[in-house]
């Protein structure tokens, strides 16, 4: 079994699962790490995600520890430089993660070029393949925000200067090329717009923005942008942070080791989202183990399959790429041979109208 590889609007193939490292140094130790990152590339998988403020939940002691263990893997490892795929992120502005920079404050290019230089060097690596602005420096609703309030508004860095920076990366061999995260349609095509008459126009690749049975706002104005920008889709969190598995709402009780029970009060990105006391949320999850259930599958070949059926099942897709890879996190073995082993699996017409049923009545409750 090889993961299928994924030809992005450049000169870069990516594999169609891309391993996010955000675990790497807090749940995972190196060692950990090493058995899961060499079993990734057996099975085929040559695209790493990472970021400067991982691993989650960030603090102090343990920033930049994913990346450095990634470097430490292709060091180690001796994983030639040209098979692999390195994407990371520069931090948006924040104020509470004060060991970044000071907070950070701001995505100018003092900042976006003091990240890329400090995660070459934990990376061990000359260049990065896909440089990446992790959250917008603008007012946005993310993380379980729904409604744009104009009153959050704040003053921020303009476009123009982070793709200057970002420019300048290129031109200095740092970085080959850019994504986006965590954007709305405006961001996107305000970037797009900005770089048009410029030189970085076919240089912003992709979205990286999380999509999944439980959230599929995407769907609504991204996905037509994409479409027509030949924007590729990095899908992340595509388990919903594990609640998509069931194990949060199972009888038997929920395993000890668990995410969002380990960290509970620490990582309030992940739980303003995933908000394990909605009723909504656990009706909808309960419904979709049901269908993987009804059909012989587990929760993760249906919550992780859906994407590749979608590009299956809507011939547009084919043509014009929009979800290129899924980025997926794994602390166990079983757990990544599990998301492997979905690659193969193709959810007929059949499941794929139960779940739009499902959607239908629980729209996008991890928004």
């Not at 970002?166 to 994504?179: D, P, S, T, V």
Request: with cysteine; glycine share 6%; net charge neutral.
């Amino acid at each position: 079994m090889s993961v299928p590889l994924f030809q992005l609007a450049s000169d870069l193939s990516v594999s169609r699962l891309c391993f996010g490292t955000m675990t790497f140094g807090e749940q995972n130790t190196f060692p950990e790490t090493l058995s899961l990152l060499n079993e990734a590339y057996r099975a085929g998988i040559n695209f790493f995600d990472s970021a400067e403020m991982y691993p989650v939940p960030q603090r102090r002691d343990t920033h930049g520890r994913s990346e450095e263990y990634l470097g430490r893997w292709i060091k180690d490892q001796k994983i030639p430089r040209n098979r692999v795929i390195l994407a990371t992120k520069v931090a948006g502005p924040s104020g509470q993660m004060t060991w970044i920079r000071g907070g950070p404050n701001s995505l100018d290019s003092k900042n976006i070029s003091a990240a890329i230089d400090s995660s070459l060097l934990r990376l061990s690596t000359d260049y990065i393949d896909l440089y990446q602005i992790h959250w917008p420096d603008r007012y946005v609703p993310m993380f379980g925000e729904t409604e744009y309030d104009p009153t959050k508004q704040y003053s921020s860095v303009p476009m123009e200067e982070q793709l200057d920076a970002l420019q300048k990366a290129i031109e200095n061999g740092k970085i080959r090329y850019i994504g986006l995260s965590n954007e709305t349609p405006y961001g996107l095509m305000k970037f797009l717009h900005l770089s048009r008459n410029s030189s970085l126009s076919p240089k912003i690749l992709t979205i990286q923005n999380a999509y999944n049975l439980l959230c599929r706002n995407f769907d609504s104005g991204l996905a037509e942008c994409c479409h027509h920008e030949r924007i590729s889709l990095l899908a992340y969190s595509p388990m919903a942070m594990g609640i998509l598995s069931g194990k949060y709402f199972s009888s038997g009780g929920t395993p000890p080791d668990a995410r969002l029970n380990i960290f509970r009060g620490r990582y309030s990105e992940g739980e303003s989202r995933y908000k394990l006391s909605d009723p909504v949320v656990k009706a909808a999850v309960l419904e979709y183990v049901r269908i993987a259930k009804n059909y012989g599958i587990s929760p993760a070949s249906l919550a992780i399959g859906t994407f590749s059926s979608y590009i299956t099942l809507l011939p547009f897709v084919l043509n014009h790429p929009i979800i290129a890879s899924v980025v997926f996190g794994a602390t166990k073995l079983w757990q990544l041979q599990e998301v492997i082993e979905v690659i193969d699996i193709h959810l007929a017409t059949d499941i794929i109208l139960e779940i739009n049923e499902v959607h239908a009545r629980f729209p996008n409750p991890c928004p």
